[in-house]
């Protein structure tokens, strides 16, 4: 008899999958119109909304670093989704209100504006890690089910990922700048359900198997930490720490990338400094921060999704069917289709390789081979574009389809090798090094983003000179070509790493 008799799946996975589903709708539908909002409502250049851009999605993968850590040692995972969902909504309606206000009082919509993104960035924080973390301890250890639970809640995210674009582009997207204000209330009620569904319940339906409530506060949590005036008062610094790095990182100094490689520098330092560690566990971990600058140049090419690429549909592609304009938020729901189509077809092609499926840095580099085509095709279909005329929407679509494909080549193969590698002392710790890979990499999407060139601007990026579209998208066929190249020539030496 099986050691784990029980079919299907817990209720639990069924709870979790709607809360992540709403809040993904939430994230993904306010991105989707993001920049739009900034510049055609609040009438920011396409520059100076790129950069701002990527130090809000840069900031949004370093706060699951604070909030991973107060849930684990003080609250517990499930105060800490709901602490976050809160937060996230009052986000939301904040930026509702600032897309109110906009065109009546500038400097009030401008300080909304801030104040909204940085309620974004703290809740995302407590809710993000925790919600995933909950997934995983559903099921008794070794159990066949959790691969599978984590493919249906990858569902989840992306059926969000997907309906949230549209809906929101629905809404706000529609040529008025006013009705921005209708895309942001969307988000903020799509997050309240996430917040209710949870709330309603987790208590019954988030037990392990043998009935026990999951993510609870921890035993020895300090009983100051959950008094309703400690909570107010950190969350409070918290979010205002956040608009305050926002704002300066936006306006005044740009320091986030000098924050996020030093705070690699020194998390490499302290462990490479272990005395504990073997020789070995070190090698597999120089691995792990290898993968991991790889994963800069995929991530920062691949989240023009929401900055240049935007910027590309909204004014350089032909969006007619027929009669009807396509939204141009709505571009940015392809990706998630793409996931939830593609997605069975990527497990079932390392399935049927057997013996011959690739190593996982082969894996990731073939992803970034495949970003370089996604580009090298949208490159090819604005070549011989004529300025001032329309392209097809069809560069758009199949650059998506390649760009999602190499995002599943990559994307759960770095998680999982990040895992496997990891010295059990520091899987947390090596686990933010690959979330400080993501949140330099979404700081140097916008960055890039902003040498978006139009209107006979010419951009430069490290002595590479673009006066157009072609050239533009080929600096990214370069960084992730040359990027693959260098993974695909030293794989067999990190494969021989990871077998030792």
């Known amino acids: 008899m099986s ?45 100076f909304a790129s950069n701002l851009y990527g130090s809000y999605t840069g900031l949004i993968y370093l706060t699951p670093l604070i909030g991973g850590f107060v849930a684990d040692r003080f609250w517990g995972n499930k105060r800490s989704i709901i602490t976050g969902g809160i937060i996230m909504a009052i986000g939301e309606f904040i930026l509702f209100f600032c897309a109110s206000l906009y065109s009546t009082d500038a400097g009030l919509a401008n300080f909304l504006f801030y104040t909204g993104l940085g309620f974004m960035i703290t809740g995302n924080g407590f809710f993000k890690p925790n919600i995933s973390a909950m997934v995983g ?73 043998e009935g026990k409530q999951l993510g609870n506060v921890p035993d020895d949590s300090p009983k100051a930490t959950l008094k309703p005036v400690f909570i107010l ?37 302290y462990i490479f400094s272990d005395k504990s560690l073997t020789g070995i566990e070190k090698k ?112 758009l679509i199949g650059m998506y389809g390649l760009h999602t494909s190499g995002e599943l080549c990559l994307s759960p193969i770095g998680l999982s090798l990040v895992n496997k590698l990891a010295p059990a002392k520091f899987a947390s710790l090596l686990m933010a090094v690959w979330f400080l890979a993501n949140a330099a990499a979404n700081k140097l999407a916008g960055v890039l983003s902003a040498l978006y060139p139009e209107n006979g601007k010419v951009t430069q990026f490290l002595g590479y000179q673009m006066t157009n579209l072609y050239d533009f998208f080929l600096l990214f066929v370069i960084m992730s070509g040359i990027a693959s190249l260098l993974l695909f020539l030293i794989t067999k030496r990190l494969q021989t790493i990871m077998k030792m």
């Open 3 to 47: 050691q784990f008799p029980e079919k299907g799946h817990p209720k639990g996975l069924a709870v979790l999958f709607a809360t992540e589903m709403w809040e993904r709708f939430n994230y993904y539908g306010m991105r989707a119109v993001l920049v739009l909002f900034m510049t055609k409502a609040l009438l920011v250049d396409k520059a």
């Open 137 to 209: 301890q559903l099921y008794p250890k070794g159990d066949r089910r959790i691969d599978p639970a984590y493919t249906i809640f990858y569902m989840g995210i992306n059926t969000g990922g997907a309906i949230g674009p549209i809906v929101c582009g629905y809404l706000g997207d529609t040529g008025n700048p006013a009705d921005f204000k209708w895309a942001f209330l969307a988000g903020g009620i799509a997050m309240l359900l996430s917040v209710l569904v949870q709330k309603l319940y987790q208590d019954k339906f988030l037990v392990d198997p």
């Open 233 to 269: 008062i950190g969350l409070t610094a918290l979010a205002a720490l956040m608009i305050g790095l926002l704002y300066i990182d936006a306006t005044i100094f740009s320091f986030l990338s000098y924050l996020l490689i030093g705070a690699v520098l020194v998390i490499g330092g």
């Open 284 to 395: 597999k971990v120089a691995v792990i921060f290898t993968v991991s600058f790889f994963v800069v140049f995929f991530w920062s090419a691949f989240e023009q999704a929401g900055a240049s690429l935007t910027f590309f549909a909204d004014s350089q592609t032909d969006r007619t069917l027929g009669s009807y304009t396509i939204p141009t938020s709505f571009f940015q729901s392809l990706n998630s289709i793409y996931v939830v189509g593609l997605a069975p077809l990527f497990a079932w092609l390392w399935l049927a390789l057997k013996k011959n499926e690739p190593a996982s840095p082969t894996k990731m580099a073939i992803g970034l081979a495949l970003l370089a085509l996604g580009y090298v095709w949208i490159a090819y279909g604005v070549q011989s574009a004529v300025p001032g005329k329309l392209v097809s929407m069809i560069w």
